[in-house]
């Protein structure tokens, strides 16, 4: 047995495969394919103070691996969340992170702080990617001072109890800084990446393919850039926890993230395409780990920053070629790990 | 959602048959278990491209027909419009793809036997035959009004003769039965037919037109609209349409789950592709420097 525990903060999760903020919905959605109670933990929609009705349409489009949305954050607020759909997910014991937005600082700690009383939330992820209007509506990821302003008062207004992470964008100069700030003010660990912007024009029509003319990309397209900000912020700051999210489909994606420096991972866009994807990249990832002969995910976080060969174990040559997510290939793992463990 | 009268399944499906059937081709999947779970109005969600696909939403098609053969057959109608139904286009038998379905809130039937109309405008008139044949088994009169822009993209009308009390035909061009819009004819059906409700599918030109008509005749009207979905199971939000709820409330309800089939008199078409000012969560300002 693979030990995939896995710990963010205070928070310890039987596994390390979330599902990404807006792409898994509230939990009814996807669990009607799976069982959500196996996820490490389900990532919310991120919610705000007063529902929203989001931006109209057309919000989503595709692009080559990717797509791209424009969506406005619609969602039903945070006390219908509360009311509504915790208490589905409590009932399923899904371990449960509310993603958290808003327009103003007040805003956000508006939200923490309901959060207080409600039973069965795991941990805080602010989404940092929102307008922030007491800086003309730049984003709070932008800029590492906007970073912590959020970061403490939402720490500040969330139960001592509940780890808080922080979710930054890649659109920055210097998303280390950022990070760096984030952990300074209080962070218990930080969710990366984010979408990035793009923008698609819809060659029939002649016109910008989103309503909302630019959009947010997400996706396999994405993969590298946020591979290269976990790696870079790892290697910052070895100690923070990080959630890898960007492009992420199969075990070995999440297992190119963990290698990078990630403590768990998130799936987003691959859900739209597939709904069983988290349970199916959990399934993967255990597989890709078993076949490499590793028995504790943890051993691996971070293992691409050091040496090669400073994993005990030495590598088999012929291990990956095997196709991932094929549960043959996993049962095959056993003689490969005799041969390598010494 | 809670609508949805059972869970769906997520199955490789095979192609077992695969024809151009007018402008249109049909493509008939072994999808074991959604034969069972399928009610009239429901779609599935196909994965196009392969297992490497670089293609990430998902196309969604109404059900045309299911069969309990090799464990459960799904039948569905598309037109080719892009990269990822040229892709399906393409398939040839034992051809294997990603198919999740039943998905979306069922036609609701009705309890006694009543005269219905059944409008159809294009390959989304597919939908309307598992429909017609749950209405005769519940001894409804049917009578369909099937359009398209010219014959070619008039879907179903043998298959409408076959089982409807009637059918009427129109195409824009006038290249098979009547010239004009499935609209033009849905007053004289009614009436002619003294119909009781009104189902219709297709496009929301039409859907919103045959909506105004069966308002004006106090029908109950069930529309099953083809807005384009990315997901088909909720969670990406793309498919939002203004609906009005039981208390009176303008919500963006999702197609996929809280649709595809919608009171026709519910649906604000006047509003689509916006956020009506009243809507639930709407930008409750509009002063300068209020963000949304
Ligand atoms: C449709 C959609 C909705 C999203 N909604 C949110 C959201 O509410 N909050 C948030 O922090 N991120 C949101 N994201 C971003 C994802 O959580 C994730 O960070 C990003 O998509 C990159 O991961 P992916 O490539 O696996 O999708 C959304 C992404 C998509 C595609």
Not at chain 1, 34 to 60: E, H, I, K, M, Y
Not at chain 1, 160 to 189: E, F, N, Q, W
Request: proline share 7%.
């Amino acid at each position: 047995m693979t030990n995939l525990e896995t710990r963010l903060g205070g928070l310890t999760l039987p596994n390390p495969v979330l599902t990404a903020a807006g792409c898994g919905g509230t939990g009814r959605e996807l669990g009607r394919f799976f069982d959500v109670g196996r996820l490490g933990a389900l990532v919310t929609p991120s919610l705000t103070p007063q529902p929203r009705a989001g931006r109209p349409g057309p919000r989503l489009a595709e692009t080559p691996s990717g797509v791209l949305n424009a969506a406005g954050l619609q969602g039903p607020g945070i006390e219908t969340f509360l009311s509504r759909d915790l208490p589905w997910l409590a009932e399923r014991d899904a371990r449960v992170i509310v993603s958290i937005a808003g327009g103003s600082v007040r805003e956000y700690t508006e939200v923490a702080r309901l959060l207080g009383d409600a039973p069965g939330v795991a941990a805080v992820e602010i989404n940092l990617s929102c307008p922030d209007v007491e800086n003309r509506g730049s984003t709070f990821a932008a800029h590492p001072s906007a970073a912590a302003r959020l970061v403490r008062a939402v720490r500040a207004s969330a139960p001592r109890r509940i780890p808080v992470l922080a979710k930054l964008s890649a659109d920055v100069t210097d998303i280390v800084g950022v990070a760096m700030a984030c952990a300074d003010a209080g962070a218990d660990g930080l969710s990366m990446i984010n979408t990035l912007h793009g923008m698609a024009i819809d060659t029939t029509t002649l016109r910008p393919a989103l309503a909302g003319v630019t959009g947010e990309l997400s996706g396999p397209a994405i993969r590298p850039v946020a591979v290269r900000c976990v790696y870079q912020v790892h290697a910052a700051l070895p100690e923070v926890p990080i959630v890898g999210i960007g492009g992420i489909r199969t075990g070995l994606d999440a297992l190119e993230f963990v290698l990078a420096g990630a403590s768990a991972v998130a799936v987003g866009t691959a859900t739209l395409h597939d709904p069983s994807a988290c349970a199916r990249v959990l399934r993967e990832l255990e597989g890709a780990l078993k076949e490499r002969g590793i028995d504790r995910l943890a051993d691996v976080v971070g293992l691409a920053h050091k040496p090669a060969g400073s994993l005990h174990r030495r590598i088999d040559p012929n291990v990956g070629l095997t196709v991932a997510g094929d549960t043959a290939g996993a049962g095959g793992a056993e003689p490969i790990e005799q041969e390598t463990s010494q | 959602m809670t609508d949805s009268p059972v869970a769906p399944v997520q199955v490789p499906g095979t192609v077992l048959t695969i024809r151009r059937t007018g402008a249109y081709h049909a493509m008939t999947l072994v999808a074991p278990g959604i034969a069972e779970r399928f009610r009239p109005g429901q779609f599935v969600a196909l994965a196009v491209g392969g297992e490497r696909s670089s293609m990430l939403t998902r196309r969604c098609f109404f059900v045309r027909e299911v069969k309990p053969d090799y464990g459960g057959t799904v039948e569905i109608v598309f037109a080719v419009r892009g990269t990822g139904t040229q892709w399906l286009a393409a398939l040839r038998p034992r051809d294997i793809l990603d198919v999740a379905g039943p998905l979306g809130r069922p036609f609701p039937l009705p309890r006694h036997p009543v005269r219905c109309v059944l409008v159809g405008e294009g390959h989304s008139g597919a939908a309307l035959f598992p429909l017609a044949a749950v209405l005769r088994q519940r001894e409804c009169a049917v009578h369909f009004v099937l359009g398209g822009a010219e014959s070619e993209h008039v879907y179903g009308t043998r298959a409408a003769r076959r089982v409807g009390d009637s059918t009427s035909v129109v195409t824009e061009d006038g290249s098979l039965g009547h010239r004009g819009r499935p609209e033009d004819l849905v007053a004289a059906v009614v009436e002619e037919a003294a119909a009781e409700v009104v189902y219709a599918c297709g496009p929301t030109e039409t859907l919103r037109a045959v909506s105004r008509i069966a308002v004006r005749y106090d029908l109950p009207v069930q529309v099953a609209v083809e807005e384009p979905m990315s997901c088909g199971t909720g969670v990406c939000q793309a498919c939002v349409l203004p609906v009005i709820d039981d208390e009176g409330v303008t919500h963006m309800a999702r197609s996929c789950v809280e649709g595809p089939v919608f009171r026709g008199e519910r649906v604000r078409w006047d509003d689509l592709g916006t956020i009506p000012f009243d809507a639930y969560g709407a930008p409750r300002s509009v002063l300068p420097g209020s963000l949304s």
